[in-house]
């Protein structure tokens, strides 16, 4: 097989990494995965990573070849850099818990930040012409966002129409000056790291600043993946928690097959320190209690709410992504599963 259609994956066994290794695949390309499985680690989740494994293996075994290391180790991934010719790194592995980070704050700052900084070294040591992807994330934005005039309706907090951030939150919006939780600083951190390799150093970089991103094979927790966790209560009938804003806060969620499909369009058109915002938009957005409103419509569960108060230090009130300036840009991509479909997929997994 061709050396130049030659990618590494990190996370390949997470929720976006997965989608994209399976993608990949499917075009031809060979793919390397690098996964420890650090969220069951920290969350203590069953994460589906064995079976994943053994698929992938079964399914693609000339085109998959797994490395277990952990990426802040930079001699174990220096190996894999010096053992294969790399076209593309799509870097989605990371710490992704608000409330873990906020207890174990270097280890995320590790898991977030120094993990980045070594596949960029090693990408611009081995591999300078290659696609660097980074999977950033909404929380970079601090919680500035929660500053606009919002109105409180029965179900959800939402903009008025001729609000120019009806249709969503900007790329140009500030990342500074605002509260951030733990988990975002590191991101963020990463997220301006990936930038500046790319502009310092002409390398092709793009982050992608994901919000709600959802779909198959994922477990969540209620500390991280809220839309399998609400999912999971509400089919085992088991009670659900909600944190903060009293379940009306909104979200954008966008499948995963969609965030691998982005990824797919950066490939054949890689750029220089690009940024964009990447999630569901106005059409996919919903409060948590408008989600379990119509998780409802496929169980005859009654739903048991524990409402907490306490508000997430930094966590957004509100969050609709305007990703326009990624469609402008890559015409050909279009979000292409809506939350009904999301569901209906996510519940014909769990019985599988």
């Excluded at 990494?17 to 499985?37: A, C, F, H, P």
């Excluded at 309706?153 to 969503?168: A, C, K, N, Q, V």
């Excluded at 379940?247 to 940024?275: E, L, T």
């Amino acid at each position: 097989m061709n050396s130049k259609k030659t990618l590494i994956i990190t996370g390949s066994l997470g929720l976006i990494g997965y989608e994209s290794t399976v993608l990949l695949l499917k075009k031809g390309y060979r793919v390397i995965g690098i996964d420890n499985n650090f969220r069951k680690k920290a969350l203590g989740i069953y994460t589906n990573y064995d079976n994943k494994l053994s698929s992938l293996h079964k399914i693609f075994p000339e085109s998959y070849i797994h490395y277990s290391y952990n990426l802040c180790k930079l001699s174990d991934i220096e190996k894999v850099f010096k053992s294969h010719h790399i076209s593309t790194i799509i870097h989605t592995a990371g710490q992704t818990s608000h409330d873990w980070a906020t207890n174990n704050a270097y280890i995320d700052c590790q898991e977030n930040i120094f993990a980045t900084l070594n596949l960029l070294e090693l990408t611009r040591k081995y591999s300078p012409k290659s696609t660097f992807i980074f999977t950033s994330t909404n929380k970079v934005y601090g919680d500035l966002i929660n500053t606009l005039p919002y109105k409180t309706l029965e179900t959800r907090y939402d903009l008025h129409y001729s609000h120019p951030m009806y249709s969503g939150v900007s790329e140009s919006f500030s990342t500074d000056q605002s509260l951030h939780s733990l988990f975002g600083v590191s991101k963020l951190s990463a997220d301006m790291y990936v930038q500046e390799y790319g502009r310092h150093f002409g390398m092709n970089t793009t982050c992608f600043r994901l919000g709600v991103v959802a779909g198959r094979g994922q477990n969540g927790a209620l500390e991280q993946g809220f839309l399998s966790y609400l999912l999971k209560q509400i089919l085992d009938n088991k009670p659900i928690k909600i944190i903060g804003y009293k379940g009306k806060q909104v979200r954008d969620i966008i499948a995963a097959s969609d965030v691998a499909a982005a990824f797919y369009s950066v490939i054949k058109n890689p750029k220089i320190g690009a940024v964009y915002n990447l999630g569901g938009g106005r059409n996919n957005a919903y409060s948590v209690l408008e989600i379990i409103k119509k998780i409802q419509k496929y169980s005859k569960n009654k739903v048991k709410l524990s409402v907490n108060n306490t508000i997430r230090s930094g966590d957004h009130k509100w969050w609709i992504s305007n990703y326009s300036k990624f469609t402008n840009e890559y015409p050909y991509w279009k979000i292409t599963k809506s939350i009904d479909h999301i569901i209906q997929e996510m519940i014909q997994n769990s019985y599988d």
